[in-house]
């Protein structure tokens, strides 16, 4: 079951492949990590059983929790009939290694991606189902209206000059929450900026329980600092 007041740090923005980036992360003070399924390391193509069951028991010594995977491919490569077989391949291939990953340390098993307008769909319905199959949730970060489970990013969302809070409360409610902040010049530390962290927090654990919250470090310069700032932000606003 998602730990809803956990928030995830996402790997690609720590140093290392992934048992020093996971060291890292736990350093930072994180309790809960997000792996890109592209990056070196976490690719599906690249890990057999014995690697898994690697990074299982490096999750489970360090105490971190496996908050789901992102798989952040061209959204475009699900609509392209040159490239939608490949595209598809690649999500049923993550979410298999999600399922396999949780089935050896706690995880929520929620796959983020973005699934584009014109995706066929039969595919998007083919993939749902194989994932439902493994006990793992497709959940789309486009912002057309989605077949599958629907995520939220908070940077786009203060981007565009919306209430992050109202955005969140809006049906259905999100499965993933990609936390962000954002300053009068771009992206910023959690709290440093117009989000509105404390509000953020008590509308997720009011009306958003069930969601999975990952930091979103995109365009930070120290995003290990930044991490590490966010969490004791986080912490700071509830009882994790």
Do not use: Y
């Amino acid at each position: 079951m998602p730990v809803t007041r956990l928030l995830s740090i996402p790997l690609w923005a720590l140093p290392g492949r992934p048992r020093a980036s996971l060291d890292a992360a736990r350093s930072a003070g994180a309790r809960a990590v997000t792996p890109d399924a592209t990056a070196p390391g976490w690719r599906p193509r690249d890990l057999d059983r014995s690697a898994r069951r690697g990074l299982a028991a490096t999750l489970r010594r360090l105490e971190l929790r496996l908050a789901g995977l992102d798989l952040f491919i061209p959204p475009g490569h699900l609509a392209d009939p040159a490239t939608v077989d490949r595209a598809a391949e690649a999500v049923r291939a993550a979410a298999g290694l999600l399922a396999e990953l949780a089935a050896l340390t706690p995880a929520d098993t929620v796959l983020s991606l973005e699934r584009p307008e014109g995706a066929p769909e039969e595919v998007s319905q083919a993939l749902a189902d194989h994932a439902q199959n493994l006990g793992v949730t497709l959940v789309d970060f486009s912002p057309a209206p989605t077949p599958w489970a629907r995520g939220l990013d908070l940077a786009r969302v203060l981007a565009a000059g919306q209430d992050p809070a109202s955005r969140i409360a809006t049906p259905p409610a999100p499965a993933v929450i990609r936390v962000a902040d954002r300053g009068a010049t771009g992206p910023c530390t959690l709290g440093q900026g117009k989000l509105g962290a404390a509000a953020v927090r008590a509308t997720i654990d009011t009306v958003a329980p069930g969601a999975v919250t990952v930091l979103d470090l995109t365009g930070l310069p120290d995003p290990a600092a930044a991490a590490a700032s966010a969490l004791r932000l986080w912490a700071s606003l509830g009882v994790n």
